[in-house]
């Protein structure tokens, strides 16, 4: 697996020891820094430190690679840092076209039979309008990561993702690689989905019953 380019802070270290744990922009699990792994630094590290990073899997544990501190490293190494920066923080992945194609066959056919039986669109409306807002919470959540703002908070994205924006926030999380390797995050996302698709399988399957 290649390793993925990432940004965190330096919430611990023993200077005595060598090593310390960086806790990831995203708020995935911490990863482990030796300070073999910092490349042309000026000076050592220290908590509190912004880190950039390649995160690598070794003996079962998360660490750090060719890391290096953000404002301490060398004028030549820092050009190359951040036009490697700018790269990585502008990609956005391709549109999970089929994904969700799939994941929303149930809802529009559920939302469109809703619509036509009471003439009520507010389940089309809803749908659309939260998954834009959800969608546009995720891009400025990843950005006030980066820039190591205040996040907003992930209660207020599964409410969005409840109120009818998952399918937004699904795109988002594939589109933007924003939190979808959070295992805590996407097991309550994924259940806010299950409950939408009950929600309409339970529509239509009692509504023929009526």
Known sequence: MKP????????????????????????????????????????RPQAGDTIYYY?????????ACNAFILGARNKLASTASRNRTAANGGTIFPFPVVEVLLLSILPLLGSLHFTWATHNPLPLILYSGMSLLTFSLYADDKSRAKRGDWRTPEKTLHLCELAGGWLGGFVAQ?????????????????????????????????????
């Open 4 to 43: 993925s380019f990432q940004r965190g802070q330096l919430i611990t270290w023993k200077d005595d020891r060598g090593f310390g744990f960086i806790q990831p922009a995203d708020g995935s699990q911490d990863i482990f820094l030796h300070i073999s792994e910092l490349k042309d630094s000026t000076r």
């Open 174 to 210: 594939r589109r933007l690689r924003h939190k979808s390797s959070k295992k805590s995050y996407q097991a309550e996302f994924w259940t806010i989905v299950t409950l939408h698709h009950l929600v309409w399988l339970g529509w239509l399957f009692g509504y023929r019953v009526l």
């Open 55 to 63: 995160a690598v899997v070794r003996d079962g544990k998360a660490c």
